[in-house]
């Protein structure tokens, strides 16, 4: 079975400060992971994702993540928050050939 | 390119009534996924399909039914709505796990 943990429900940080929002998983199998936002009464949207090759992976809005199998972990992160990054996050992993499984989502907030 | 599309947009049922929410995607993705999101759970899957004329339960299947009858289409059904049924549902679309979901802009359902 398949599982994420996304440890902290709720983030805050000040404007141009790190972002750092982390997720955990379990997977049986070698892990397709992926990150989403979802901004206030939208739907997901793709941040990122690693399924195979280069470890640190960059996606839009200048985040980034960083695979590590040994730790089993997939954080977020990203240097300078910005007030328009405030928002929820979604990690998530793949469960089997057909779905997806998703963490609980870290709510961001950015202090002026 | 409309991608994935959800109507309505939002409903408000009483206690035993049933309707239809319909997802329709112009991506010719093979799988297609039903959603529903409520505070502090993230997002867990109540059915999904893996191509035409197929269906398969999630993990919180109960109360709920859906078809595919055509490729495009996804629709989900509730026979006898509950106010346990109250959430946002989200549909989304998938060409392959590797490049992830497609998410529509969601539905919100009150089952009052």
């Known amino acids: 079975a398949q599982s994420v943990t996304q440890l902290g429900s709720h983030v805050s940080v000040s404007e141009g400060a790190l972002v750092l929002l982390r997720c955990n998983y379990s997977?049986?199998?070698?892990?397709?992971l992926f990150w989403y936002v979802q901004y206030p009464n939208q739907g997901l949207q793709l941040l990122l994702k690693?399924?195979?090759?280069?470890?640190l992976v960059k996606g839009i809005n200048g985040f980034e993540a960083e695979f590590k199998k040994s730790e089993t972990s997939f954080h977020l992160t990203k240097p300078s928050a910005h007030m328009s990054d405030a928002a929820e996050y979604f990690c998530?992993?793949?469960?089997?050939?057909?779905?997806?499984?998703f963490g609980a989502g870290t709510t961001v907030t950015v202090r002026a | 390119n409309a991608g994935v599309t959800q109507t309505p947009k939002f409903r408000v049922l009483k206690t035993g009534q049933s309707m239809t929410l319909l997802c329709a995607q112009d991506?010719?993705?093979?799988?297609m996924y039903w959603y529903r999101q409520d505070p502090g759970m993230g997002l867990r899957l109540i059915h999904y399909?893996?191509?035409?004329?197929?269906?398969a339960k999630g993990e919180v299947p109960d109360g709920y039914n859906v078809s595919r009858l055509k490729k495009q289409n996804f629709l989900l059904g509730l026979e006898s709505a509950a106010p346990s049924q109250t959430s946002v549902y989200f549909c989304?679309?998938?060409?392959?796990?590797?490049?992830?979901?497609?998410f529509g802009s969601g539905t919100r359902l009150t089952v009052v």
């Open positions: 991506m010719n993705h093979e799988y």
């Open positions: 997977s049986s199998v070698p892990p397709y």
């Open positions: 989304a679309s998938s060409s392959g796990l590797v490049y992830g979901y497609t």
């Open positions: 690693y399924t195979t090759g280069a470890t």
């Open positions: 998530a992993v793949r469960e089997g050939d057909y779905k997806l499984s």
């Open positions: 399909s893996v191509g035409e004329g197929t269906t």
